[in-house]
């Protein structure tokens, strides 16, 4: 197995997971609110990620102590608490096809950043598992494992977030919407809760 392909089958394991940020990402999908924006954010910050703990991993070896985790956690169940609170409150409005409306472009992107960057395991899957996977590897072969891994990424969340679109042609009742939006008020209140836990360790 040639080291990008092993980059590519590497990153493409570790995206699989289920979290907050796949779960946007199918979300902004089945509203079809700015896909692409989101999908871009999302593959072009794995790539800036897994190239930054690839080359400069022996820097970080010993960066991310608890204190950096405990940072991290505690800001990110801050933002899901806050999300959770605007999918929950009177006033949430349900909006459909709205990829024209452009005065949600700048929520959908900073909701797309704290998705990503507030999120750990973002870090610990690209930054330092990866970087700490390939720091044996030549200067080609580091090359050659960050493309695959990077290309993975792309692959991954365009066709997360555009299937998603397509399912949407089925659920264009609001109804339909609501149910599905309380599911994801549902798994993002386990993942806060799963955060929480991390927290009081």
């Excluded at 010993?62 to 801050?78: G, M, V």
């Excluded at 998705?115 to 030549?138: A, E, I, M, Q, R």
């Excluded at 798994?187 to 955060?195: E, G, I, K």
Aim: charged share 10%.
């Amino acid at each position: 197995m040639n080291f990008f392909t092993l980059g590519f089958f590497t990153g493409l394991s570790l995206i699989l997971a289920i979290g907050a940020q796949n779960i946007f990402v199918i979300e902004q999908g089945l509203k079809k609110q700015f896909v692409f924006i989101v999908c871009l954010i999302c593959a072009i910050s794995d790539l800036l990620l897994i190239f930054f703990g690839i080359f400069l991993f022996h820097y970080f070896n010993n960066l991310f102590t608890p204190l950096i985790e405990l940072i991290l956690n505690i800001l990110l169940l801050l933002f899901l608490i806050n999300f959770i609170w605007i999918k929950i409150k009177p006033s949430n409005d349900i909006k459909l096809d709205s990829a024209n409306d452009k005065k949600y472009l700048l929520n959908t992107i900073y909701k797309t950043l704290g998705f990503t960057y507030l999120n750990p395991h973002v870090y610990s899957d690209t930054v330092f598992f990866l970087g700490n996977f390939s720091k044996s590897f030549t200067l080609e072969q580091k090359y050659l494992f960050g493309i695959g891994a990077s290309i993975s990424s792309f692959i991954f969340f365009f066709t997360l977030g555009y299937l998603s679109k397509y399912l949407s042609n089925y659920l264009i009742n609001k109804k339909i919407w609501k149910i599905i939006n309380f599911i994801i008020i549902i798994f993002m209140s386990f993942l806060a809760f799963y955060v929480l836990t991390n927290i009081l360790k």
